[in-house]
């Protein structure tokens, strides 16, 4: 069993920057593949980055990629979501995901555990 607790989300401007912290529990964090997905208002839930377990190739979305980067920290069971020149599209609840092994897939359905949430406000 794996919980997961997203902080650092907020209201920024256009141009902003903010970063997203998930801190996991349990001692084995290193075994799961780490996810950041994001669901806009009235929208369905969407990829967002991706980290391997050893932190090395990260996968990004195209809206997102060059903005965003995903970075892990194994040591404090720590994955991180650093979000720059953040644009009102990118309004959303964040949600993190960990996978046990395999790649650093982008399908919401491959993830194991999710996070409640932290809500992230762009305004223009």
């Known amino acids: 069993q794996v919980q997961l607790v997203e902080s650092g989300g907020g209201l920024v401007q256009a141009g902003g920057s903010l970063r997203l912290s998930c801190a996991a529990s349990?001692?084995?964090?290193?075994?799961?593949?780490m996810g950041w997905f994001r669901q806009p208002p009235g929208k369905e839930r969407e990829f967002v980055a991706a980290?391997?377990?050893?932190?090395?190739?990260?996968n990004y979305a195209d809206s997102v990629r060059g903005r965003f980067t995903i970075s892990r920290d194994n040591a404090k069971n720590t994955v991180y979501l650093q979000m720059n020149s953040l644009k009102p599209g990118d309004t959303a609840v964040y949600y993190c995901?960990?996978?046990?092994?395999?790649?650093?897939?982008?399908?919401?359905?491959?993830?194991?555990?999710w996070g409640q949430g932290t809500q992230v406000t762009v305004s223009s």
């Open positions: 349990g001692r084995t964090f290193s075994s799961y593949a």
């Open positions: 980290v391997r377990r050893t932190g090395g190739r990260p």
């Open positions: 995901a960990a996978k046990y092994i395999g790649e650093a897939s982008a399908s919401p359905v491959e993830y194991d555990y």
